[in-house]
């Protein structure tokens, strides 16, 4: 098991930025991705990026490319969201998650371990 806790959301501006942190404990060995997913109100979860932990390779979903960059500390056992020129639309709660599945860094039920979440809003 990995236990993860998120840090660093808030409510900015549009145009704004935010930092996360998610901080890592437990069987981190066998991680093959971490990232972020966000929830918003009557929406499914999505995938925002992730981190191939070993390789420290880096996956981003179209909608927040050359706005959000997500950045790993193997030593440390973390992981940073820098969200920078946010938008209303990226309203939402936002998860740290950890796999130990190669088949889709995408999918969310390929994450066994999930943070506990935190609040991001952006005012227009």
């Known amino acids: 098991q990995v236990q993860l806790v998120e840090s660093g959301g808030g409510l900015v501006q549009a145009g704004g930025s935010l930092r996360l942190s998610c901080a890592a404990s437990g069987r981190i060995s066998g991680t093959s991705f971490m990232g972020w997913f966000r929830q918003a109100p009557g929406k499914e979860r999505e995938f925002v990026a992730a981190?191939?932990?070993?390789?420290?390779?880096?996956h981003y979903a179209d909608s927040v490319k050359g706005r959000f960059t997500i950045s790993g500390d193997n030593a440390r056992n973390t992981i940073d969201l820098q969200m920078d020129n946010l938008k209303p639309e990226d309203t939402a709660v936002y998860y740290c998650?950890?796999?130990?599945?190669?088949?889709?860094?995408?999918?969310?039920?390929?994450?066994?371990?999930w943070g506990q979440g935190t609040q991001v809003t952006v005012s227009s």
């Open positions: 998650a950890a796999s130990r599945s190669w088949y889709s860094v995408k999918r969310s039920s390929e994450y066994q371990n």
């Open positions: 981190r191939t932990w070993k390789s420290g390779n880096t």
